[in-house]
């Protein structure tokens, strides 16, 4: 990561973050990078409304939202070809879990217009995530987001999707 901007952020990578692969595509698309950091550093999210924000275009973009945390068997498991997704929980906390892609069966093949492929496995292995950390899922990293941790809880997230640059 690049020290400049994790210095300012509240929140800080977690620990399963690839950061070879971020330095990769920070380097092909350091412009766009810039501006997802400018835009963590000058929101203060517990503040900002549900829906889309801007942040360079259709290259990246922000959606908050709120919802219940769900079960292990009731959350989707997922990877993206077009977006890298990068997940911070503004309020609440959940699990997210993680999954090797030869570790799963496709469920759901590619669905271009949502960018999504769906998934099934038995071996996942779950991460919390809080306010304090945030996660990035790069095209091939299959994960299940909105896990609860003991019990429903209600969560306000934010999700960036930045287009992913071969």
Same mark, same amino acid.
């Given at each position: 990561?690049?020290?400049?901007?994790?210095?300012?952020?509240?929140?800080?990578?977690?620990?399963? +973050?690839?950061?070879?692969?971020?330095?990769?595509?920070?380097?092909?698309?350091?412009?766009?990078?810039?501006?997802?950091?400018?835009?963590?550093?000058?929101?203060?999210?517990?503040?900002?409304?549900?829906?889309?924000?801007?942040?360079?275009?259709?290259?990246?973009?922000?959606?908050?939202?709120?919802?219940?945390?769900?079960?292990?068997?009731?959350?989707?498991?997922?990877?993206?070809?077009?977006?890298?997704?990068?997940?911070?929980?503004?309020?609440?906390?959940?699990?997210?879990?993680?999954?090797?892609?030869?570790?799963?069966?496709?469920?759901?093949?590619?669905?271009?217009?949502?960018?999504?492929?769906?998934?099934?496995?038995?071996? +996942?292995?779950?991460?919390?995530?809080?306010?304090?950390?945030?996660?990035?899922?790069?095209?091939?990293? +299959?994960?299940?987001?909105?896990?609860?941790?003991?019990?429903?809880?209600?969560?306000?997230?934010?999700?960036?999707?930045?287009?992913?640059?071969?």
């Amino acid at each position: 990561m690049e020290n400049k901007w994790i210095d300012a952020l509240s929140m800080q990578p977690d620990k399963t +973050v690839n950061t070879k692969r971020f330095s990769e595509q920070y380097a092909k698309n350091t412009a766009t990078w810039d501006k997802l950091f400018e835009f963590l550093t000058e929101h203060n999210m517990e503040a900002m409304d549900l829906g889309k924000y801007p942040i360079d275009g259709e290259k990246c973009f922000a959606i908050v939202s709120e919802y219940d945390t769900k079960e292990i068997e009731d959350a989707k498991i997922e990877s993206h070809k077009k977006y890298i997704d990068l997940q911070h929980v503004i309020s609440g906390e959940e699990y997210i879990g993680l999954v090797p892609l030869d570790k799963t069966t496709i469920t759901s093949p590619y669905n271009e217009e949502k960018d999504v492929i769906l998934y099934r496995s038995e071996q +996942v292995s779950y991460y919390p995530a809080t306010n304090e950390t945030f996660f990035l899922f790069f095209p091939d990293e +299959v994960h299940q987001p909105g896990i609860q941790l003991q019990g429903k809880r209600r969560v306000k997230k934010l999700v960036i999707k930045i287009n992913n640059v071969a």
